[in-house]
């Protein structure tokens, strides 16, 4: 038990007599001046300004449970979502016209049409330990016969030593088996199969998925407490939809 510099007892205090009283005001606004500043960096963290380092400010719905990684609200003059990159740079053109955020019934979501290519969103506040379960939605219109992957969305928990993303690949399949699994090499994560053909097609599918237990299962260790990002994929020729991605705490 750490004890008070100061007893309870009236009258009776452990401050050194010859403590000028001038240095301990000094000292006390100086600590309260600290609380204050704190107070509000904290105030403005809960109005949503962000942080400091630029980090976008924690999107949660409805409850703490479930955290908003993105619902693609926000798009920039062209139709891209805001805070997401290309994977492939020399391909920014194509990128931006294969990945357009749309409206239907007024849900927004993120239309893929004849991509090749990844799009990726980092520096979210995502501990994948506090919230295992990744949910998305995805809809496809139509892929080539074929097509492998279809689709594919990455969840990269940690990096290596060289800062490379470690990621897990969650795959729509035109061929391999639901619940197949291929180990990943030194540049290329392990995918799983979560759906597999051509169909259904127009039709929303939800998937939810432990990505903290398929990462320590697979990579033999603990991810890291702050996740690298998330990356979406569309085959060449695929014209498939992206739903809202969340995630939340195991229940």
């Known amino acids: 038990m750490k004890i008070s510099a100061q007893s309870g007892r009236r009258?009776?205090?452990?401050?050194?007599?010859?403590?000028?009283?001038?240095?301990?005001?000094?000292?006390?606004?100086?600590?309260?001046?600290?609380?204050?500043?704190?107070?509000?960096?904290?105030?403005l963290g809960l109005l949503g300004l962000g942080e400091v380092s630029g980090t976008p400010p924690v999107a949660y719905?409805?409850?703490?449970?479930?955290?908003?990684?993105?619902?693609?609200?926000?798009?920039?003059?062209?139709?891209?979502?805001?805070?997401?990159?290309?994977?492939?740079?020399?391909?920014?053109?194509?990128?931006?016209?294969?990945?357009?955020?749309?409206?239907?019934?007024?849900?927004?979501?993120?239309?893929a049409k004849d991509a090749g290519q990844r799009v990726k969103k980092r520096k979210i506040e995502w501990d994948p330990k506090a919230y295992p379960i990744l949910t998305w939605r995805w809809r496809l219109h139509k892929a080539p016969d074929g097509s492998e992957p279809i689709a594919a969305v990455y969840a990269s928990l940690d990096t290596d030593l060289l800062f490379i993303p470690v990621f897990t690949k969650?795959?729509?399949?035109?061929?391999?088996?639901?619940?197949?699994?291929?180990?990943?090499?030194m540049f290329s994560g392990s995918e799983i199969v979560v759906q597999s053909g051509l169909r259904p097609v127009?039709?929303?599918?939800?998937?939810?998925?432990?990505?903290?237990?398929?990462?320590?299962?697979i990579h033999k260790h603990e991810p890291a407490e702050k996740a690298w990002g998330i990356s979406l994929f569309a085959g060449p020729g695929v014209e498939i939809d992206f739903g809202s991605i969340t995630v939340s705490a195991a229940k």
């Open 11 to 43: 009258g009776f205090s452990l401050l050194p007599r010859t403590k000028p009283r001038r240095e301990f005001i000094e000292r006390y606004g100086a600590e309260m001046s600290r609380k204050v500043l704190y107070g509000a960096l904290w105030m």
């Open 61 to 111: 719905a409805g409850d703490r449970t479930v955290l908003v990684l993105e619902d693609f609200q926000s798009a920039d003059q062209d139709g891209f979502p805001l805070e997401w990159q290309h994977e492939n740079q020399r391909s920014q053109a194509k990128g931006r016209e294969a990945y357009r955020i749309q409206a239907e019934n007024g849900q927004k979501f993120l239309s």
């Open 170 to 185: 969650y795959i729509w399949s035109g061929g391999k088996p639901e619940g197949t699994i291929v180990e990943g090499g």
């Open 202 to 217: 127009e039709e929303w599918v939800e998937e939810r998925i432990n990505v903290y237990e398929d990462f320590k299962r």
